[in-house]
């Protein structure tokens, strides 16, 4: 059987398509041209915005990178990029609501931008804004949950983007389990129950939602590619029935 035909077994599919609509609301994306590995241009982002709307979803919450060694963003460049993008939304006459927040990236400069105060968050629980945020994909930060805690703290509710992509957690998933306990909040990745980033990674994503751990789904959609890959494989996969179904989504709730 071919590694397609794996990820795509009668075992993990079902007929009918998910209701993504449901959600309403996406958390994880990079729809900002220009400033981050997601859009490149106005186009680019119009393009995957009106995608986002045929597929359902009324709002957008589009998150850039935020990381010292990488994409210098600031909350300016973020916020004045989102209002290009209304103004072409509505010149385009799509009827999105889109918010930006940020992904950002632990590392050795995060600290010094929470002790600012200035950081880029969405929606609000009774104990907090939510932030999310990310970590290496080689190891985690020795200082994870002092920051976690400083986050909290500072009136932040953490959301960790897509933990089902760290791979040192793979066969550790009571390190999952540690950052529930610590009142840290999942955000899955659609595709990654298509196996589009591996087969490991849907394997765990799926036993992420088996153990009711997911809070938020997100696209964490950077291109057209990743939109095409929700449409052809991850609406008809049975685990995000069950997710979407679970009714323990906070999508809808932003």
Known sequence: MSFLSNIFSKSTRTSVAADLSVLKCDVHSHFIPGIDDGAQTMEDSVALIRAFYN?????????P?????????TPEIILGGLEKVRV??????????????????????????????????????????????EVSYLNPPDNLYHLIFKLQMAGYKPVLAHPERYNFWHTKFEKYEELKEKGVLLQLNINSLTGFYSPM??????????????????????????????????????????????????????
């Open 55 to 63: 597929l359902g979803y009324k709002k957008v919450i589009t998150t």
């Open 65 to 73: 990178h935020i990381l010292t060694d990488g994409f210098k963003n």
């Open 88 to 133: 072409a939304l509505k010149n385009e006459n799509i009827p999105m609501q889109i918010e930006a927040a940020a992904e950002y990236y632990i590392d050795f400069d995060f600290e010094r931008k929470l002790d600012e105060g200035n950081l880029l968050s969405f929606g609000k629980s009774a104990l907090g804004k939510y932030l999310l945020f």
């Open 201 to 254: 990674t849907k394997k765990i994503a799926e036993q992420l939602i088996e153990t009711n751990m997911i809070d938020f789904l997100g696209s964490d959609c950077h291109r057209m590619e990743h939109v095409n890959r929700i449409k052809t494989g991850a609406v008809y996969e049975k685990a995000l029935h069950t997710l979407i179904e679970s009714g323990k989504l906070l999508n809808s709730t932003l």
